[in-house]
């Protein structure tokens, strides 16, 4: 099983990656964990300093953009 976590207080471009996380995730039809991450100290512990960020099996995949769900597709799969 795959772990994505999105990373991000709440603001508008961390919920839109979130959401198009969980479609991609969800179009690919494999085994994943989605999990959102909004706690400041986790999110600095991956040396996280612009949001939203995303992070596949422990790897920042992307930091401060919201990706197509095609783009996410592709760093998830």
Known sequence: MKKIQVLGPGCP???ELAKRTAEAA???GGDYEVEKVSELSKIMAF?????PALVV???????G??????????MIG
């Open 13 to 15: 471009k961390c919920t």
């Open 26 to 28: 969800k179009s690919l």
């Open 47 to 51: 040396g996280i300093l612009t949001t």
């Open 57 to 63: 099996d422990g790897e920042v995949k992307v930091v």
């Open 65 to 74: 953009k919201v990706p197509s769900v095609e783009e996410i597709k592709k």
